[in-house]
């Protein structure tokens, strides 16, 4: 697993990243968010290396906000994760065309191939 906060920055905020599935584990505080390229913000640059399809895990999440169209796809606009005063943070992620999902959470991970991401 690659830590969230270190990945983040690096990979463009997952700009363009399909989002496949949404999974909530209500009994163990995690939502899991499935995507088809978190590499994508890369297309078309000589670091991309292909494809690395994957997944974010936010675990002992406790607030979550949902607002989405769901007719036209979600594509990340952008992904920001800001400190909370209880030592939990706050991703925003943010869908183009429209759309957010909001979520505190404590931990936050990405399973993926590392040595396919270009950072």
């Known amino acids: 697993m ?4 270190e990945a983040l920055r690096p990979l463009g905020g ?5 989002l496949l599935v949404v999974i909530w584990k209500r009994d163990e505080q995690q939502l ?6 978190l590499a994508a913000n890369f297309r ?13 895990i936010l675990m002992s999440a406790e607030l979550i ?11 990340v606009f952008d992904w920001i994760t800001n400190p909370l005063p209880d030592g ?3 991703s925003v992620i943010t869908f183009s065309p ?21 950072f």
């Open 2 to 5: 690659i830590d969230l906060d």
């Open 14 to 18: 997952f700009h363009d990243a399909s």
């Open 32 to 37: 899991s968010l499935e995507f088809k390229d």
């Open 44 to 56: 078309g640059l000589p670091e991309y290396k292909g494809p690395v399809q994957g997944a974010i």
């Open 65 to 75: 906000e949902f607002q989405m169209n769901l007719s036209a796809g979600l594509r």
């Open 88 to 90: 939990k943070k706050q």
């Open 98 to 118: 429209e759309g957010r999902i909001i979520v505190n959470h404590r931990i936050g991970s990405i399973k993926a191939d590392r040595t396919r991401l270009p």
